[in-house]
């Protein structure tokens, strides 16, 4: 199947700092990238869709003043946490899709501490 | 709006036993359904798709999974399971409105020796 890249893995920060997390689609081009959040042991929850080219819409709930997302080009996608506190501390997925009605294909993750 | 349950939360099983997680879905038209796999602190692996054709799907490490329409379900199953079959397991369904994924509560599987 496709790969997705996610960067980084892993990553601690200080409260009140900005993070920035990578979504790479490494063998195809993505039109369309999703952010998924999800707390430990509890299912995946989408946070935003982002359209290559165009603003990001997201989920009922979701600051998107806080979780900055940005994808510019058919193969990145970034998402921003600005100003994080120590409840955004999450595991953050992205996946990756590259036309209407076929399947998206998911990143490694990245674990989000902010102390 | 779509919507995805996985009744049971946890199962332990016995490592050769047979394996059967629950999925019943909610949505309007014929969906997209699918299984993925997740160890602890990893992404999501693709187990197996439904999209449209044959109702019994087979995927990757032996697993299965049966769409029928007539009970919302599409159920996974296993023969004989492996300890490294332990892990978290989610059903998600795709539908028409953004192609969205919606993903059910999730599985536990923890697997006895």
């Known amino acids: 199947g496709a790969v997705v890249s996610q960067h980084p893995s892993r990553v601690i920060c200080k409260s009140g700092t900005s993070v920035k997390i990578e979504c790479r689609s490494l063998?195809?081009?993505?039109?369309?990238m999703f952010w998924y959040r999800q707390f430990p042991k509890q299912s995946l929850m989408l946070m935003a869709t982002?359209?290559?080219?165009?603003?990001?819409?997201?989920e009922q709930g979701v600051e998107k003043d806080k979780f900055l997302i940005n994808h510019a080009s058919l193969t990145l996608s970034t998402l921003t946490v600005t100003s994080a506190h120590p409840e955004d501390s999450s595991f953050y997925i992205c996946?990756?899709?590259?036309?209407?009605?076929?399947?998206?294909?998911f990143g490694q993750g990245t674990r989000l501490t902010v102390v | 709006a779509q919507s995805v349950t996985q009744p049971d939360i946890h199962i332990t099983v016995s490592e050769g036993a047979s394996l059967e997680l629950r999925c019943n879905y909610s949505?309007?038209?014929?969906?997209?359904l699918f299984w993925y796999v997740q160890s602890p602190g990893q992404g999501l692996q693709l187990l197996l798709k439904y999209f449209s054709g044959d109702t019994l799907v087979q995927g990757i490490k032996g697993f299965e999974a049966e769409f029928k329409r007539s009970q919302s379900s599409f159920n996974l199953r296993k023969p004989s399971v492996h300890w490294s079959d332990a892990a978290e397991y989610f059903c998600?369904?795709?539908?028409?409105?953004?192609?969205?994924?919606?993903f059910g509560g999730g599985t536990r599987v923890l697997v006895k020796p």
């Open positions: 982002s359209n290559e080219g165009s603003k990001a819409t997201y």
């Open positions: 949505y309007g038209a014929t969906p997209y």
């Open positions: 063998d195809f081009q993505a039109t369309t």
């Open positions: 998600a369904v795709q539908g028409a409105a953004g192609n969205k994924l919606t």
């Open positions: 996946s990756a899709r590259a036309q209407v009605n076929t399947e998206a294909f």
